[in-house]
């Protein structure tokens, strides 16, 4: 798969969740937790599952937990992807 | 909150409706389907979400304006059904109209109850129509909290901060008046404040087809005439989505807030359940009226004005016809049926109309059953058509069936709100 950014992860947020009055997604969002941003745990296992769909990996649901921020999930799909070629 | 203590006020303690929000085909607030319902104008159009070009039934009570991107939080459009976004919007519009603040009362004493009919339908079948095509990682996870009947009113309890005891009724075209009913319950019992009523969006392919099995609804292809209740050969209803949310008080709690006797007083209600006609037992609607005035403790001759069910099907219409003319007198009493303007809402229905009544109460005008209706002379009742009607109004009965039995009557009294 091609490189996941923070800004495909931004247009997902925006489609699959919603975004809170109040948070601008454009901003520097990056190392927010999710839970500030107005994403609860449902939330994040929405924005899982987009990406699972759109990018045909495989994301354990335990995987949420490792991804507090946008930042750090974007890391963790990165890393996955990138083992997928691997194996 | 500790347990109720029930003295003798508080077991007869009755509840204020403060405020009032609707969401229907007859318009998008209470202003503009008050104005509907005066002028005559029917939100009865044919259905555009889908094509409905091959169904049976062409035509139904829809709000096509409806704007979910404003009215409802940018989080929780794609996180529920249309039917919570129909609730979300009328419960917002009822605490204004109330004045209330949430943030202000304590969250243990308020309470949501709604009624629904079908849930989160329309989502569902989306959700449904993902995973076969597109196999189980494509359903939405939200699937999990937006089909269940209680959806609406916990994110109505979610977005207003109201933790009290809330819950869901599911009373099909009835469960708008017992969610009113359980709504004043709670008022009973140590709650301060409710929001209640019903809502319902079923007019997605899936939702209408399970509303045809009943066999109730009319397959007329004209939009004029195919719900005609009371007439001389009705064909059934139409359906419709929308619904209406009512803020509910304790007395006490309204003039604290200087609300006073707002739009009016919930004063009786009752429930019961028909069995089936193969049974030989006799419809309960006659006694469920009667139990809904002693509730209230008022006369036959007190009611000025019934709100009807209006069910548009001969031997049902005989029956609510016969049930209003044993218990009110033949012909005693105005009857109305303004759903012939918005078809039959399910859970919103009932609720729709204690909104309606409450504002024929404001107005002290009676607003008229829309249609062609002759009136078949197997029915007893004084039916206002064509044009409102005004006349002193003190006390209005709102009754209710829905589906299989279920069958409600609610007494409601005239506030002192003037607009």
Redesign the interface.
């Known amino acids: 798969m091609s490189r996941f950014d923070l800004d495909e992860l931004r247009q997902i947020m925006r ?7 109040g948070v601008d997604l454009a901003g520097d969002i990056g190392d927010l937790e999710f839970g500030d941003l ?1 994403y609860d745990s ?2 994040v ?2 924005l899982v ?1 987009q990406v ?2 759109t990018h045909g990996i495989v994301i354990p649901d335990e995987a949420v937990e490792e991804m507090p921020t946008p930042n750090r999930a974007v890391e963790y799909i990165n890393r996955l992807a990138m083992e997928g070629k691997a194996s | 909150m500790g347990s109720p203590t029930l003295t003798p006020a508080t077991a007869r303690r009755t509840g204020v409706v403060t405020g009032l929000g609707v969401v229907a085909p007859t318009g998008t607030s209470t202003a503009d389907h008050w104005d509907a319902v005066l002028a005559g104008r029917s939100g009865i159009r044919e259905i555009t979400r889908f094509d409905a070009s091959v169904y049976p039934v062409r035509h139904a009570g829809t709000i096509p304006e409806f704007e979910s991107r404003t009215r409802v939080p940018d989080r929780l459009v794609p996180q529920t059904d249309r039917w919570t976004h129909f609730g979300l919007a009328a419960a917002e519009e009822a605490l204004a109209d109330a004045d209330v603040d949430p943030a202000g009362l304590p969250e243990y004493e308020m309470a949501v109850v709604t009624a629904s009919s079908s849930g989160g339908v329309e989502f569902g079948q989306r959700e449904m129509e993902s995973l076969y095509q597109h196999g189980p990682s494509w359903v939405s996870v939200y699937q999990s909290i937006a089909w269940f009947y209680a959806a609406t009113t916990g994110q109505i309890s979610i977005r207003h901060g109201m933790r009290g005891t809330c819950g869901v009724l599911c009373g099909e075209q009835a469960g708008g008046l017992d969610a009113i009913g359980q709504g004043r319950r709670l008022l009973r019992q140590g709650t301060r404040l409710v929001v209640t009523g019903g809502t319902d969006a079923s007019l997605g392919p899936y939702g209408l087809v399970s509303q045809l099995r009943s066999g109730c609804v009319s397959t007329v292809d004209d939009p004029e005439t195919a719900y005609l209740p009371f007439d001389r050969l009705p064909h059934g209803h139409l359906p419709g989505e929308g619904g209406a949310m009512v803020v509910v008080e304790t007395e006490e709690s309204a003039s604290a807030r200087g609300a006073g006797r707002g739009y009016g007083t919930v004063l009786g209600y009752a429930a019961g359940f028909d069995q089936s006609t193969t049974t030989g037992r006799p419809p309960v609607l006659a006694r469920v009226i009667r139990q809904a005035l002693d509730d209230a403790r008022l006369d036959p001759s007190d009611v000025d004005v019934v709100f009807a069910d209006a069910a548009g099907e001969h031997r049902r219409d005989r029956v609510e016809s016969a049930a209003l003319a044993e218990v009110l007198g033949p012909g005693a009493v105005p009857v109305t049926a303004p759903k012939t303007l918005t078809g039959r809402l399910l859970a919103g229905g009932a609720a729709l109309d204690v909104a309606t009544a409450l504002l024929s109460l404001r107005d002290q005008v009676i607003p008229p059953t829309h249609g062609p209706i002759r009136l078949s002379p197997d029915h007893e009742i004084d039916l206002v058509q064509d044009e409102p009607r005004e006349v002193p109004l003190r006390h209005a009965l709102v009754v209710a069936r829905g589906y299989a039995g279920f069958t409600g009557a609610l007494v409601l009294g005239r506030g002192d709100r003037t607009r």
């Open positions: 489609a699959s969740a919603g975004v809170d009055e107005g449902l939330a296992l929405e599952s699972q769909r």
